[in-house]
């Protein structure tokens, strides 16, 4: 018993200074987003200058960096077709969140570069940003005419200053759409609009859809490789 007790007041000295450690950690949250149209902006990195400290902004726009030691901190914050801009001293303490909202300023650099193709009648250099291997089959005609939406893949393009990929387009992605469509299918009228939302019975209607579009699960791997 006594030796029990012993090893329990050991311990306690560790468990009050990892409790410390958590109560004098600090956050910074805020949200990110285009200042003319007050549109979020998704996906944008916010670096914690100086630490190892980083997070994506969600598609809402919002960030949150957790675990900050109390202190003076700098902000870098990116995003693609905008310029990189610091958020400089930002104090940082235990006691409640820091909230910092930060407007971005677009690349001139990018407006510029359309500008000169407009003048000069150049065609624009694409870059595909959506690219399969070469030994992936991808017929985008049978997705589309079985109610697979546009922003199920590509995500809201219409929210994008770039384009960007939102998917991984990796094989366990696709194949869990194939092994449940329900989760995803839409009403083919709502195939191209970028504003579609699942409704709350998604599945209902889901099943429904697999149902009247004749939606096979197809799973071989025959179906992408030939």
């Not at 012993?6 to 410390?20: E, V």
């Not at 202190?71 to 995003?79: A, D, E, I, K, R």
């Not at 017929?139 to 384009?163: A, E, F, W, Y």
């Not at 329900?182 to 149902?211: C, K, M, N, S």
Request: charged share 20%; hydrophobic share 35%; with cysteine.
């Amino acid at each position: 018993m006594a030796t029990r007790s012993k090893k329990s007041w050991l311990f306690l000295p560790a468990i009050l200074f990892f409790h410390c450690s958590l109560a004098q950690s600090g956050v910074i949250k805020g949200r990110i987003f285009n200042p003319f149209s007050n549109e979020p902006l998704p996906y944008a990195n916010i670096q914690l200058q100086g630490t190892s400290l980083f997070t994506l902004s969600d598609t809402a726009g919002n960030y949150t960096i957790k675990k900050i030691t109390p202190g003076l901190y700098n902000l870098v914050v990116s995003s693609v077709g905008y310029k990189t801009k610091i958020v400089f001293e930002i104090q940082v303490d235990n006691l409640k969140p820091s909230f910092v909202d930060i407007p971005m300023e677009s690349s001139a650099d990018t407006i510029r570069q359309v500008e000169i193709v407009a003048r000069t009648d150049r065609s624009i250099e694409w870059t595909r940003v959506h690219d399969l291997p070469d030994f992936v089959y991808f017929n985008h005609s049978i997705h589309v005419n079985k109610g697979v939406g546009c922003t199920t893949c590509h995500g809201q393009v219409d929210r994008m200053p770039l384009m960007m990929q939102e998917q991984s387009l990796q094989m366990e992605w696709c194949l869990d759409c194939h092994r449940n469509p329900e989760r995803y299918v839409r009403p083919r009228d709502a195939v191209f609009r970028v504003d579609y939302e699942p409704p709350p019975d998604q599945i209902a209607l889901g099943t429904r859809l697999v149902a009247q579009y004749q939606i096979q699960k197809l799973t071989s791997c025959s179906t992408c490789h030939r």
